[in-house]
């Protein structure tokens, strides 16, 4: 049986058949308390993009938690997710293969964006959380590790967000995410993790620049899993701060020195041998103030094309992005909270392309 300092991994790229041997291993069945008990699986579906694009949770992993837990007599199944603001649920639902899922194993999807909320106390912070959470008796996380443009990293922790209101996921960006995330954790620990590490993105949430790693892993604590995350990537923990605030209010522990990474097989060859995807920086050129995670990760993309294609060659002034800017004024600005700059790229939030195309016409009138 799995300890808490250990992470599990397993390569290949028979997905679903490696998540069930990775649950045998780790005996999963052994860790649930009973057959009746509500097991909550909690995918990553932040946008409507396949799989392999290196943003969402592989349906093959789902698929083998599923068939392992029904084969030994679980059967009171449901997932759980929420798109990020600005996407439907429901289209993500279809286009990333869990409604496939939800009908051929008689699994119930829950759309936690058509959820009542609750507040609740996450250890002295008051946040909203979906109803379903309270229900759930046994929760299994199955994040992606992939980049993030906000917070370098996300994974376990990040990825409960999914299970909260988009009123307030608004509200861990004007409190600056990480905290937050750090607090929820008090509040969400899940009972289990398995973490889909087959291509997420390095850089960016909703993926786009895929990094073949054909790897699945299994873990208990969402701090370590997260620390580690962090070293698969190429960053410290430190970079990441909700790591160890979340580590601070007693969620699990971020100290690699004691943990124990176990290969349960080798990397047969099939990943990427590339360490990771050169971003180009284009932060000098953005005003963030407490922007969305869907707004300004479709910025960042859009900018890196304009730098690569030389339209920011010169450009001095900053364009505005993010809830702390509604109300102002200004010269240039994406998405909807800057309406009232001189010049805005509106929606809420505008794709990756209108960004692109609008601000490849501004800049190319600028003197």
């Not at 995918?43 to 993009?49: A, F, G, K, R, S």
């Not at 949770?57 to 599923?66: K, L, Q, S």
């Not at 899993?225 to 580590?247: F, I, K, S």
Request: aromatic share 6%.
């Amino acid at each position: 049986m799995i300890k808490e300092n250990q992470i599990l991994k397993l390569y290949g790229t028979d997905y679903k058949e490696m998540t069930r041997r990775l649950l045998e291993e780790a005996d999963l069945a052994g860790r649930i308390p009973g057959r009746d008990c509500l097991i909550g699986i909690k995918p990553n579906l932040v946008c409507p993009t396949p799989a392999d694009y290196g943003a969402t949770t592989h349906p093959e992993v789902v698929a083998g938690i599923i068939e392992y837990l029904q084969e030994r007599g679980f059967s009171n199944l449901l997932m759980a997710e929420g798109s990020w603001v600005g996407d439907r649920t429901s289209e993500a639902y279809e286009y990333c293969g869990y409604r496939a899922l939800s009908e051929r194993y008689g699994v119930p999807f829950i759309d936690t964006k058509k959820e009542k909320s609750h507040e609740k106390d996450c250890a002295g912070m008051k946040l909203r959380i979906s109803d379903i959470a309270d229900r759930i008796g046994f929760l299994i996380n199955v994040p992606v590790l992939k980049g993030h443009c906000q917070t370098k990293m996300t994974c376990a922790l990040k990825n409960m967000k999914g299970l909260l209101p988009d009123s307030e996921k608004r509200r861990f960006h004007r409190m600056g995410l990480h905290k937050p995330i750090a607090h929820l954790s008090a509040a969400l620990k899940p009972d289990f993790i398995v973490v889909d590490h087959i291509c997420g993105d390095p850089a960016f949430e909703e993926g786009g620049n895929p990094l073949v790693r054909n790897c699945i892993m299994a873990a208990l604590d969402p701090v370590l899993t997260d620390a580690y995350a962090c070293e698969v990537l190429g960053c410290r923990v430190d970079d990441v701060p909700y790591v160890r605030m979340a580590e601070a209010l007693g969620t699990g522990s971020a100290d690699l020195a004691v943990a124990e990474i176990l290969d349960l097989n080798e990397p047969d060859g099939t990943e990427d041998p590339a360490a990771g995807r050169m971003v180009l920086d284009v932060s000098y050129a953005v005003d963030e103030v407490d922007s969305c995670s869907a707004c300004y990760g479709s910025l960042v993309p859009a900018l890196t094309r304009l730098k690569e294609e030389g339209y920011l060659e010169g450009f001095t002034g900053k364009i505005a992005i993010g809830q702390g800017h509604r109300g102002r004024s200004g010269k240039i600005g994406v998405g909807r909270c800057t309406e009232g700059f001189d010049f805005c790229v509106r929606g809420c939030p505008p794709t990756e392309e209108e960004i692109y195309e609008q601000l490849k016409g501004f800049l190319a009138g600028q003197p």
